[in-house]
């Protein structure tokens, strides 16, 4: 049986009173709705971008330039929303209007923490402990292949 198609949701011209993006219904996102007393608690607000400042999006373009996922970015800023805890402090931002500004020493000791932390958790991946039930599963495939 074929599965009815579903048409998508169409933008009804309304926006979110609290990020701006564009809704399907109401006035305010479900991300912002599950944020609401916790938006932008590990951020700073400011009138003015700060100098030298550079903007979020342009951060994560050079993020994947250099091999690092714009996830891993948002996450060492405090996640969607700056709700969650900051990653070090250089990765705090600062939200002036709806843009969010990242300070540019991210560039440089950010990415290189990032891709540090990247590689550790790749290591620790790889060089998982040995149990003895590992040990003695991992001897029984290789009887039972031959």
């Known amino acids: 049986m074929v599965s009815p198609v579903t048409t998508p949701k169409k933008y009804d011209g309304n ?28 951020a700073d ?27 891993a970015l948002v996450n060492a800023a405090g996640g969607d929303a700056a709700v969650k805890p900051l990653l070090d402090p250089m990765f705090k931002v600062v939200y ?17 923490l990032l891709k540090a932390r990247t590689l550790e958790k790749t290591e620790k991946k790889t060089s998982a402990p040995v149990t003895e039930a590992s040990a003695i599963s991992t001897a029984l495939h290789e009887v039972v292949k031959k």
């Open 15 to 42: 926006r979110c009173k609290t990020c701006g993006k564009p809704l399907t219904h109401g006035e305010q996102g479900d991300t912002c709705k599950a944020h609401e007393g916790k938006l932008r608690q590990n």
């Open 45 to 71: 607000v400011g009138e003015a971008v700060p100098e030298g400042w550079i903007k979020m999006s342009e951060v994560c373009r050079k993020a994947n330039d250099a091999g690092i996922t714009t996830s």
């Open 96 to 112: 002036v209007g709806r843009n969010k500004y990242m300070n540019p020493d991210v560039i440089t000791k950010g990415f290189q």
